[in-house]
Nanobody, 127 residues
């Protein structure tokens, strides 16, 4: 079975940094785009960031562009989301997902394109 395990969330002060990890098993993540999504209290799930199967392309929501950075470590079958200069409005439950199609040219923003999801990790940013 395919599993994604997220880690790295927690409580951080505004302006601080957190690095989230997404480790896969049962699927070679380097063949698939990875998307990051979040759900804030009282809000709908939204796209945060996406990275192409080989890391050649990345995509970021306007709200996080310039502050968040994605990277991949194929040897560890892991994808990272580095989150810098965090704001209270970044407080949300974050989760990663793997694209259902191999070698897609661009990481999808549509959550329906992803077939397996991690359990998620809470990020709370205090003022």
């Amino acid at each position: 079975q395919v599993q994604l395990v997220e880690s790295g969330g927690g409580l951080v002060q505004a302006g601080g940094s957190v690095r989230l990890s997404c480790e896969g098993s049962g699927r070679a993540l380097h063949r698939h785009a990875i998307g990051w999504f979040r759900r804030a209290p009282g809000k709908e799930r939204e796209f945060v960031a996406g990275i192409r199967w080989d890391g050649g392309n990345t995509d970021y929501a306007d709200s996080v562009k310039g502050r968040f950075t994605q990277s991949r470590d194929d040897a560890k079958n892991t994808v990272y989301l580095q989150m810098n200069r965090l704001k209270p409005e970044d407080t949300a439950f974050y989760y990663c997902a793997t694209d259902g199609v191999e070698y897609r040219s661009f990481p999808p923003r549509n959550d329906q394109q992803y077939d397996y999801w991690g359990q998620g990790t809470q990020v709370t940013v205090s003022s």
